[in-house]
C-alpha cells in the first residue's frame, strides 16, 4: 500500500492560477509541454490534458507544486519502460520506492472546471476513455492493478506494450495513457539502456532535476 507523503507546497502555484494555465493550454493554445531536465539530458512530452483531464491535470499539477524535482528513476528495464515519480525514490536505493505517491486529499481542477480530489492514499480516479495505445515513447499511468490506485507514478515506454492497454484483454493490466514523447527521445533511450541492479533500479542514480510545465 501507498503511504502518505508530506503535504505539498501549494504555494509554488496558486490554485487558480493553475486552472487558468490548464484551460489555456487545452483550449487555444494546445496541450502543455513538460520539459524533464534529467542527469542524462532533457526530454520533452505534450501532456494531453485535452482528452485526458484527469490524469493529464493531475500530472500538470504535481509536476507545477515541484513534487518531481529530485526524484529518481527506480525501475529501468531495457525493451520495456522507464518507471519514474514516486516520492521514496528521492533516496535513490530505498527499498520501499515504487510504493509511494501524492499526499491524500490533495485536489486539482481540470480544464472544464472539474475539481478532483485525491482519496486518502493519493490515488485518482481511472480514466479508461480514450483509445491510446502504449506506444514507444507514450507516458503512461502505473497502478497497482487495483481499481483508481494510480497517483504520481507513471512510465515512458520505450517499446509498443500494447498488453498494457487498458482496452487490450490479452492481460489484466490497464495503464491508461496521458502524453507522449516530443523530443529527446534520445535521452529515453539512453535511460533505458544503463546498468540497472537486480531490482531494475538504476546502479547510478537518474534524477530528475527539474520537471516544468509551459504552454
Same mark, same amino acid.
Given at each position: 500500500?501507498?503511504? *502518505? #507523503?508530506?503535504?505539498?507546497?501549494? !504555494?509554488?502555484? =496558486? =490554485?487558480?492560477?493553475?486552472?487558468?494555465? *490548464?484551460? %489555456?493550454?487545452?483550449?487555444?493554445?494546445?496541450?502543455? %509541454?513538460?520539459?524533464?531536465?534529467? &542527469?542524462?539530458?532533457?526530454?520533452?512530452?505534450?501532456?494531453?490534458v485535452d482528452t485526458m483531464p484527469i490524469t493529464g491535470s493531475n500530472f500538470v499539477d504535481l509536476a507545477?507544486?515541484?513534487?518531481?524535482?529530485?526524484?529518481?528513476? /527506480?525501475?529501468?528495464? =531495457?525493451?520495456?519502460?522507464?518507471?519514474?515519480?514516486?516520492?521514496?525514490?528521492?533516496?535513490?536505493?530505498?527499498?520501499?520506492?515504487?510504493?509511494?505517491?501524492?499526499?491524500?486529499?490533495?485536489?486539482?481542477?481540470?480544464?472544464?472546471?472539474?475539481? #478532483?480530489?485525491?482519496?486518502?492514499?493519493?490515488? *485518482? =480516479?481511472?480514466?479508461?476513455?480514450?483509445? *491510446?495505445?502504449?506506444?514507444?515513447?507514450?507516458?503512461?499511468?502505473?497502478?497497482?492493478?487495483?481499481?483508481?490506485?494510480?497517483?504520481?507514478?507513471?512510465? #515512458? @515506454?520505450?517499446? /509498443? @506494450? !500494447?498488453?498494457?492497454?487498458?482496452?487490450?484483454?490479452?492481460?489484466?493490466?490497464? /495503464?491508461?495513457?496521458?502524453?507522449?514523447v516530443t523530443s529527446g527521445m534520445d535521452v529515453v533511450m539512453k535511460i533505458s539502456g544503463c546498468r %540497472?541492479?537486480?531490482?531494475? !533500479?538504476?546502479?547510478?542514480?537518474?534524477?530528475?532535476?527539474?520537471?516544468?510545465? &509551459? &504552454?
Open positions: 500500500s501507498k503511504s *502518505i #507523503v508530506p503535504t505539498l507546497n501549494s !504555494n509554488l502555484t =496558486p =490554485p487558480r492560477q493553475l486552472q487558468r494555465q *490548464i484551460a %489555456t493550454m487545452a483550449s487555444g493554445s494546445g496541450n502543455p %509541454t513538460a520539459t524533464f531536465n534529467t &542527469s542524462e539530458g532533457t526530454f520533452t512530452a505534450e501532456i494531453y507545477n507544486s515541484g513534487f518531481y524535482n529530485g526524484l529518481t528513476f /527506480h525501475r529501468v528495464i =531495457p525493451n520495456f519502460m522507464l518507471q519514474f515519480g514516486c516520492p521514496k525514490s528521492k533516496n535513490p536505493k530505498a527499498r520501499d520506492a515504487g510504493t509511494g505517491g501524492p499526499a491524500g486529499g490533495g485536489s486539482y481542477t481540470t480544464p472544464s472546471g472539474q475539481t #478532483v480530489t485525491r482519496d486518502r492514499g493519493g490515488n *485518482i =480516479p481511472d480514466e479508461f476513455t480514450q483509445r *491510446i495505445s502504449n506506444e514507444p515513447g507514450t507516458l503512461s499511468m502505473a497502478n497497482t492493478g487495483q481499481p483508481n490506485s494510480g497517483g504520481s507514478q507513471f512510465f #515512458v @515506454n520505450t517499446v /509498443h @506494450n !500494447n498488453f498494457l492497454d487498458w482496452f487490450d484483454q490479452s492481460t489484466p493490466s490497464q /495503464h491508461p495513457v496521458f502524453g507522449k %540497472t541492479d537486480g531490482n531494475d !533500479n538504476p546502479i547510478t542514480p537518474v534524477v530528475m532535476n527539474s520537471v516544468t510545465i &509551459s &504552454s
